[in-house]
């Protein structure tokens, strides 16, 4: 039997500040938690790179990160980390390439995104002590092409097939998807749908980012889903960061802002799972929060058994789909939809006109619509 950890977002950008050959620092109350399982995994939010302009003209929040960092997470014990995500290309491909370089100079493996669709989407398998891995990583950003480098899409239809096949040749899958929306308590019916997707299709463990706060947990079909770790590393300890993004978030948007003192995106937990050839064996979450300097320590006593019973509570909802909890984020999530496409320009269309396939022409409408409205 095996031990795998996973944690969240790791956000080594903003004001974590620290200097890469100091930067043990953040880790030095979890290392022994992490070093001491076989694996551990987690989501780099943010390429490692020096260089690259902003590739996304206009967009609120890039990230961007020393390669020295790199060094620093392997210390601390990171095995393997996940690509797939919204800001891996914050400074184009010059800084996913430096990213992959960083990583791969520390012995640290990744997946999830790549130089074309192929590398993007291209299983990570590792053996220890006799039980076979493999790994996969999606997100909806930065979507990877034939000839383009990106991210590998979150699509349903691809999550079952590459699962599917994957689960063939190895014990143990572990998904990683980066979706969902920023901040809230709970996961759409659509993140759920390519969760369980996932499940169905032959995962073992499915772990969810985005959302920047901690979500429930649950089991689907022999699997392990857990729908958001939260933050492991950033610097949300801050009160005015937690301002200037809340103020950004879709909450905040549509008339429900959140509080600068919910120190919700502080919290997070370490997600151990005790593996075998034969899959999921036992699993425990280890409560963890940021403190002022941005390093990340666990809980107390206390702390623990407040977080541990609001994750407990938000999970129990989680088999009741007709709660109107889940009404409410797919309906929050449709604004975000339509505020999406208000804010796509014309420009953007026709560079993207190219990349346009049948399929794609069902979302003519809705943009459309979205312009008129605004308009």
Not at 242 to 267: K, N
Not at 366 to 373: I, N
Request: charged share 25%; proline share 4%.
């Amino acid at each position: 039997m095996i031990t795998l950890s996973a944690v969240g977002d790791i956000i080594l950008s903003g004001k974590v500040t620290v200097d890469p050959d100091r930067a043990d620092v953040l880790f030095d109350d979890v290392r022994h938690l992490l070093s001491g399982t076989d694996v551990a995994i987690g989501n780099l939010e943010g390429p490692l790179s020096a260089r690259g302009e902003p590739f996304v003209p206009g967009k609120e929040f890039n990230f961007r990160a020393s390669p020295g960092y790199a060094a620093c997470l392997s210390r601390a014990g990171i095995d393997i980390v996940s690509l797939a995500n919204n800001h891996i290309l914050d400074y184009g491909v010059v800084g996913l390439y430096d990213t992959m370089d960083a990583l791969a100079g520390h012995g640290i493996a990744y997946v999830g995104a790549g130089k074309d669709f192929d590398q993007a989407c291209k299983p990570l398998v590792r053996v220890v002590e006799g039980v076979k891995l493999g790994f996969l990583a999606f997100t909806y950003a930065f979507p990877a092409r034939t000839r383009r480098p990106g991210c590998c899409p979150c699509d349903l239809d691809l999550i079952r097939r590459l699962v599917s096949s994957l689960r063939q040749s190895v014990d143990v899958v572990v998904v990683s998807i980066h979706d969902g929306i920023e901040y809230v308590d709970y996961p759409t019916r659509y993140m759920m749908s390519l969760c369980r997707g996932a499940a169905e299709a032959g995962a073992t463990v499915v772990l969810g980012h985005h959302p920047h706060v901690v979500q429930g947990l649950e089991r689907h079909n022999d699997a392990l889903i857990a729908y958001s770790l939260g933050n492991f590393v950033s610097d949300f300890a801050d009160e005015e960061v937690r301002r200037e993004s809340y103020q950004r978030t879709a909450l905040a948007h549509f008339g429900r802002p959140v509080g600068i003192d919910d120190l919700r995106t502080t919290e997070a937990f370490i997600l151990e799972c005790d593996l075998d050839v034969r899959g999921l064996v036992d699993y425990r979450l280890l409560p963890v929060r940021s403190r002022s300097d941005f390093s990340v320590v666990e809980m107390n006593e206390a702390e623990s058994r407040v977080f541990l019973n609001r994750v407990k509570s938000i999970s129990d909802t989680l088999g009741r789909e007709d709660d109107p909890i889940f009404d409410e984020m797919d309906a929050l999530l449709e604004k975000c939809k339509v505020a999406g496409l208000q804010a796509v320009q014309w420009r953007d269309v026709l560079r993207r006109s190219l990349d346009l396939r049948p399929r794609h022409l069902r979302l003519a409408w809705p943009y459309l619509r979205a312009k008129l409205r605004r308009a």
